[in-house]
């Protein structure tokens, strides 16, 4: 079955360390994003990918790193510099034409 | 500035009554709108959409209604299932650009018993 896959479904990691969430599709999409989603805050885009090796800041890309080297692949690392890390964070994918986008479950990040 | 507004943080029902989630958006230039479903520590599904050139669309108890002119979009729910209760996400697009999807903020929808 086809779909998009984030691992692992929760995370802890002490303040000041470098977290990289991983996000696979085998929808055979062109577009890649990540999302994080905090209560009150519905979704906040941080980065997106229409094509491999290229990708885009979203509104909230600060402390945030990306790379797309794969179409099946788009890696999110959560630097030591995010201020605010702890939070649910969600990667989709698309076909590029925006009918819609299939989401991952999603990985809880908890710093400490 | 929000394009998607989704003025209700949330929303109370009674089970086997109506559901109407609202979402306003502000630029006419959008084609495309979408209804997410998520419930907590999940990714968002799918649940309906509409094209700008119609102005009604169901899939079995949702049905999603477009008003151009207000730039106003909502989904019913009918009759409202205790499975219904989740966070509810309006969505704007382009068709066929390069560009991304706009999502609201969300509505969260309690079915009470």
């Known amino acids: 079955d086809g779909g998009i896959t984030q691992s692992p479904k929760y995370l802890f990691r002490k303040e000041g360390q470098n977290v990289t969430l991983s996000c696979e599709q085998n929808l055979n999409h062109d577009a890649m994003y990540w999302y994080r989603q905090d209560p009150g805050q519905g979704l906040r885009l941080i980065y997106y990918?229409?094509?491999?090796?290229?990708?885009q800041k979203g509104d909230i890309a600060e402390g945030y790193s990306v790379s797309r080297e794969k179409k099946e692949s788009f890696p999110l690392t959560v630097t030591s510099a995010q201020k605010n890390p702890t939070a649910f964070y969600l990667c989709?994918?698309?076909?590029?034409?925006?009918?819609?986008?299939?989401f991952g479950s999603g990985t809880r990040l908890t710093v400490v | 500035d929000q394009q998607v507004k989704q003025n209700s943080p949330s929303l109370s029902v009674q089970e086997g009554r109506i559901s109407i989630l609202n979402c306003d958006y502000t630029?006419?230039?959008?084609?495309?709108f979408l209804w997410y479903k998520k419930y907590p520590a999940e990714g968002p599904t799918f649940l309906i959409s509409?094209?700008?050139?119609?102005d009604k669309n169901e899939d079995g108890r949702f049905t999603v209604f477009l008003n151009k002119s207000a730039k106003h979009l909502s989904l019913h729910i009918v009759p409202s299932q205790p499975g219904d209760s989740a966070v509810y996400f309006c969505?704007?697009?382009?068709?066929?650009?390069?560009?991304?999807?706009?999502f609201g903020k969300g509505t969260r929808l309690h079915i009470l018993p």
């Open positions: 509409i094209s700008s050139i119609k």
């Open positions: 630029n006419s230039m959008f084609d495309y």
């Open positions: 990918s229409q094509i491999v090796n290229d990708f």
């Open positions: 969505a704007a697009s382009y068709l066929n650009r390069d560009d991304k999807i706009i």
């Open positions: 989709a994918s698309s076909r590029g034409d925006n009918y819609g986008y299939t």
